[in-house]
């Protein structure tokens, strides 16, 4: 008899963002967003199969996202779509209270919940430049639910201050490498650890003191996501991340 495989942070990660999301919600993922894009795909799939994928293509609902393409802003998001709604009526859908989720991204995240995607250091002579608000600062302040995916979880990223808020509040959770993390009653909160972590290393990797009412872990991947993600992922972009 063939050894299980032991589960990867990649498809932890990614089962923990289809869980996420509900049937009927209308959600947008943006630019290099590959594990939110597999995400949608895998929630349609199994258990939200009336849920409207949106993306910056602007291809709604698109049939597949196997072409062997690293972006997750590729032509064929559009091509194999049901219908064209392009970014600037994602922003409109979204201040108008129509957007039920919205996966984005940071560098710097804070306990109460602000957001960093502007600068390292001080503003005015940064040690770091980063892309800046773009969609975010829209999209956090007005969507239902805002979910951020980061990769890699350290010190320099959850920190106590942000070095400079991008945007703030509305979060709903964080997707890590090592845990997931609910912002509610003005803080955020540990929610789950991955079972391929510890409470201890998220302590460790964390720059400010750790807030649960529990500790609860992440479920693996069952067999039926796993065997949905070899169908509707078999390039494993939800790996390109990591």
Not at 20 to 33: A, K, W
Not at 118 to 144: F, M, W
Not at 184 to 197: C, Q, R
Request: one cysteine or more; charged letters at 20%.
């Amino acid at each position: 008899m063939n050894k299980k495989s032991e589960p990867r942070v990649s498809d932890i990660m990614v089962c923990a963002m289809a869980r996420l999301l509900r049937d009927e919600d209308r959600v947008f993922h943006g630019v290099s967003s590959q594990m939110p894009m597999v995400a949608m795909m895998l929630a349609r799939h199994l258990h939200a199969p009336n849920l409207v994928h949106l993306n910056i293509p602007g291809g709604v609902n698109p049939a597949s996202i196997k072409k062997p393409s690293y972006s997750s802003a590729g032509a064929e998001l559009l091509a194999t779509g049901e219908a064209y709604f392009p970014l600037e009526h994602v922003f409109d859908l979204s201040m108008r209270g129509g957007l039920d989720v919205a996966f984005l991204g940071g560098v710097q995240f804070d306990v109460t919940g602000n957001v960093n995607a502007s600068v390292i250091g001080d503003y005015h002579k940064p040690k770091v430049r980063l892309p800046g608000g773009a969609g975010s600062a829209v999209l956090i302040p007005t969507a239902k639910r805002a979910i951020i995916w980061r990769t890699k979880h350290d010190k320099r990223t959850f920190v106590e201050k942000v070095n400079f808020v991008t945007t703030r509040g509305n979060l709903w959770k964080i997707v890590t490498n090592l845990c997931v993390f609910e912002f509610k009653n003005g803080s955020l909160h540990l929610d789950s650890i991955h079972p391929t972590s510890s409470l201890e290393e998220v302590a460790a990797n964390t720059g400010f003191p750790l807030q649960y009412d529990e500790i609860r872990y992440t479920p693996l991947p069952t067999d039926r996501e796993m065997n949905a993600l070899k169908q509707i992922d078999p390039f494993d972009y939800r790996s390109k991340e990591m």
